[in-house]
């Protein structure tokens, strides 16, 4: 169910004539016609293979066999090595839909950060995992390296012939990956649809393959996804459409200035917008353009949102949280916009999967944006390929000194953000003054994105949200979180190819052991390291404002003096302020 009422801010009318203006010029019947010149009359025709998910995954029953296949060797443990589009959305249906013990544990390794990794095994009983290894294109970087490591761990435990039985390869047909499992004699590969992107691939074998070997109904699911499908069609209008309404709606709020989109979710069905968040900013965030997803972000005062936003509310109906009903009520009381979306139960996810997608596709041709590619996500691969062949050189990731240091804590920027500090009428010293200045570059339209390549544990997560926050209510931006490097397979394209209002901040660490992968003779830690020094220049030669922060080995301690940092800084930005405004009156 959805709530097609009056959206507000201003959006009625306009949503009103956009619809009838696609009715008219049947431009819902040409997306099913996988008509390109809907957008930009390239490639797009090519991509579209997700409008059929009934064609896109294993039959029904192979998917019911592989679970009870998992369940009858009793294999308890179901690690997905992924990243991106081949994780989020299993990791979704994992954290929804997995939520008792006659399941197998899903867990979900897309990092290189070698304390999450060393944590997620810390759960793992090796005697008792099946591995899936999963890549569309089979030469991604972090699932290679993590299939190296594992594949070592689990020959050792149980030899090699054993381990040919504990691995399982999602990947399209001919990849290399697919090539390397045969070669040394893996039998279990599920192949993608070579007409399916991957963040548009959850309804296909990589998403459904780790579900249904962890116990997920996936024939259930997808019911929910094809009935969504069939509400979807051309011959229904643009005004009632699911996916059409949605996608005109996102479409129309980026073209009014509100390119912020806050998802406020149920809280059992909170985990969907990490999807969500890579399917907008990798789809749309490109050539200046692009919608900022905001997720995870707690609903704060009215006073803190400025006229940039739209709020999507997915709701479920069996688990109302009376808290968020009344914050979104007094927001659309406030001239906000305010879409809801209403989900009968946690296996309506299958349906929003295809509304999202869908919707999506239709926001990127409002926006006239090729959706299906990533232009800009290359750039920093290659720039982490080129560090991590110096460091094996000999040659240090990072030999600049920093900036200012105080406690342990160490400041860093690049080139261009050098020298905005460098212009600075006021001389730059402490910790302090330089992230007061950095945040004072905060302004209306602007959004603040925290890259933190540390563990995602959930000490490190609540002290990232907390930051988030006191710089949403000082400076009335809106805020995001990501870790890295797995943001760089989502957000990362919006945040070098999207519109250039992003103020970076990004956190790295001094790791406090070492994962070594044999085939390359040094540590996840080392690709870890050189993938952050690598975004943070790509990031500075974009124009973009980073600032970066080292936090050393303690990265608790690190943290919460930074958040203490942070307020100090705030203050003195809004002293800045007051005095600037005194200047110009």
């Not at 081949?86 to 990791?91: H, M, N």
């Not at 990533?374 to 080129?386: C, L, M």
């Not at 949403?472 to 870790?483: L, Y």
């Amino acid at each position: 169910m959805t709530d097609w009422g009056s959206i507000g801010g201003g959006l009625d009318r306009p949503l009103a004539d956009l619809s009838s203006q696609w009715d008219r010029e049947q431009r819902v019947r040409r997306l099913w016609d996988r008509d390109a010149n809907l957008w930009t009359g390239r490639d797009e025709h090519r991509w579209l293979g997700w409008l059929s998910p009934d064609g896109l995954a294993a039959s029904a029953d192979e998917l019911v066999r592989l679970g009870r296949d998992v369940r009858r060797r009793g294999l308890t443990d179901v690690v997905l090595l992924a990243i991106g589009g081949s994780s989020l959305g299993a990791e979704v249906l994992g954290q929804v839909l997995l939520v008792d013990e006659r399941h197998s544990h899903l867990y979900v390794i897309d990092s290189t950060d070698p304390g999450q990794v060393s944590r997620t095994m810390s759960c793992i009983s090796l005697d008792r995992a099946l591995f899936i290894v999963s890549s569309k294109s089979g030469t991604t970087l972090e699932p290679l390296l993590l299939f190296d490591y594992f594949l070592g761990l689990v020959r050792s435990r149980i030899g090699v012939e054993q381990a040919k039985t504990r691995f399982i390869f999602v990947t399209d047909p001919g990849s290399g990956l697919e090539s390397r499992a045969r070669l040394e004699g893996f039998s279990q590969i599920w192949h993608g649809h070579p007409d399916v992107g991957g963040r548009f691939s959850v309804l296909s074998n990589f998403g459904l393959v780790p579900a249904a070997a962890a116990g997920v109904n996936t024939s259930i699911l997808l019911n929910r996804a094809l009935t969504m499908a069939a509400s979807c069609s051309y011959r229904t209008s643009a005004r009632t459409n699911p996916g059409v309404r949605l996608g005109l709606i996102l479409g129309l709020a980026a073209s009014c200035g509100r390119d912020k989109v806050a998802l406020v979710l149920s809280p059992e069905i909170s985990p969907l917008g990490s999807w969500i968040e890579q399917l907008l900013a990798e789809s749309t965030g490109k050539f200046g353009f692009g919608l900022i997803p905001v997720v995870d972000e707690a609903l704060g005062a009215l006073g803190v949102y400025r006229d940039d936003r739209l709020f999507v509310y997915l709701r479920l109906e069996t688990a109302v949280d009376p808290v968020q009903e009344k914050a979104l009520e007094r927001i659309g009381d406030a001239g906000h916009p305010v879409v809801t979306l209403s989900l009968s139960d946690t296996m309506d996810i299958g349906g929003e999967f295809f509304r999202w997608q869908f919707a999506t596709a239709v926001c990127s041709a409002v926006l006239k944006i090729n959706p299906f590619d990533q232009p800009d996500v290359e750039a920093s691969k290659e720039a982490a390929r080129e560090l991590t062949n110096s460091y094996g050189a000999s040659v240090s990731i990072r030999n600049v000194p920093p900036l200012a240091v105080v406690d342990g804590i160490k400041l860093y920027a690049d080139s261009s953000n050098v020298k905005f500090f460098g212009s600075l009428s006021r001389g730059l010293s402490r910790v302090e003054d330089y992230l007061s200045a950095h945040l004072g570059r905060l302004g209306d339209g602007d959004y603040f994105a925290i890259l933190a390549y540390i563990d995602r544990n959930p000490s490190n997560a609540a002290i990232l949200q907390r930051l988030r926050e006191i710089v949403r209510d000082s400076r009335k931006v809106a805020t995001t979180v990501g870790f890295g490097p797995r943001f760089l397979h989502s957000t990362g394209q919006l945040f070098k190819g999207g519109p250039s209002t992003g103020v970076f901040l990004q956190i790295t660490c001094d790791d406090a052991l070492e994962l070594k992968i044999p085939s390359l003779g040094y540590s996840l830690g080392v690709v870890k390291a050189a993938q952050a020094l690598a975004d943070g220049r790509v990031l500075d030669e974009r124009g973009r404002r980073i600032l970066m922060v080292h936090v050393g080995t303690d990265v608790v301690s690190g943290l919460t003096r930074l958040e203490q940092l942070v307020r100090s800084a705030l203050q003195q930005s809004e002293l800045d302020d007051i005095s600037q405004g005194d200047e110009l009156a």
